[in-house]
C-alpha cells in the first residue's frame, strides 16, 4: 500500500517562487498568484492616500498609525502578503530594516481579486482573527463596495458594508471619513451601462 507523505512548504518553496507572483504560505500550503491588475493597484494607492496624510502624517488627523504595502507577515506557520496593512505607532513605533515582520497588524485590507477572495475571505481571515487583528476590511473593486469587520471573541464580525456612493466612517479611521467612490477607479462606459 502506497502513502503520500504531505510536506509543509518552507521559506524555500517561497523564495523560489518567480519574481512576478505574489507567494504566501497558510497551513503549511503554498499560493502564489499574479500581481493585481491595473484597477486594484489604482483602488490600493487611493485607499493609502486616504490613509497617510491623516492617520500616518496627522494632516488633518490623529496621526499614529504606520502603513505598508504588501508587506510580509510571518504569522506563526504562516506567511501573508495583504494588500495593505496598518499598525498604530505603539505597537510599531520604527519600521524595521527587514524584509518581513512577525508583528500582528492593528489592521488589514485586502482588496478582492477573482484569484484570492476565497483566502482572503476563508483562511487568511481565519488566521487573522487568531493572531488577534483588531480590523479587517475587504474592498471589492468589482462589486464596488468595501466590508468592514471587527474582532469580537476571536472572530471577525461584520461592523457595515458600504456601497459606492457612501461615506466611510468606519474604525479604525472613523475619526476622518472619506467618500468610497474616492477610491473605485471609473468604469467604462460599456461597463457603467450594465
Not at 56 to 68: D, E, Y
Not at 137 to 161: A, I, N
Not at 174 to 184: I, K, M, R, T
Request: aromatic share 8%.
Amino acid at each position: 500500500m502506497a502513502t503520500t507523505v504531505v510536506r509543509d512548504a518552507t521559506y524555500a518553496d517561497l523564495e523560489a517562487v518567480p519574481p512576478h507572483l505574489v507567494a504566501e504560505i497558510l497551513d503549511g500550503v503554498l499560493y502564489t498568484h499574479p500581481r493585481p491588475r491595473l484597477r486594484h493597484g489604482s483602488a490600493l494607492t487611493q485607499l493609502a492616500s486616504e490613509l497617510v496624510g491623516p492617520f500616518q502624517r496627522g494632516r488633518g488627523g490623529p496621526g499614529g498609525w504606520t502603513f505598508i504595502v504588501e508587506p510580509e507577515l510571518h504569522l506563526g506557520r504562516h506567511i501573508l502578503v495583504p494588500d495593505l496593512a496598518g499598525w498604530r505607532a505603539e505597537h510599531m513605533p520604527v519600521v524595521p530594516d527587514n524584509a518581513s515582520t512577525d508583528l500582528t497588524p492593528d489592521w488589514v485590507c485586502e482588496i478582492l481579486s477573482p484569484s484570492t477572495e476565497a483566502r482572503d475571505r476563508g483562511a487568511k481571515r481565519r488566521i487573522y482573527a487568531a493572531h488577534g487583528l483588531a480590523h479587517y476590511w475587504l474592498l471589492s473593486v468589482t462589486e464596488r463596495q468595501l466590508e468592514v469587520y471587527e474582532l469580537h471573541d476571536g472572530k471577525f464580525v461584520l461592523f457595515e458594508t458600504f456601497e459606492d456612493g457612501a461615506e466611510v466612517n468606519a474604525p479604525p479611521f472613523s475619526a476622518v471619513p472619506f467618500p468610497l467612490s474616492d477610491l473605485l477607479p471609473p468604469l467604462a462606459a460599456s461597463e457603467a451601462a450594465t
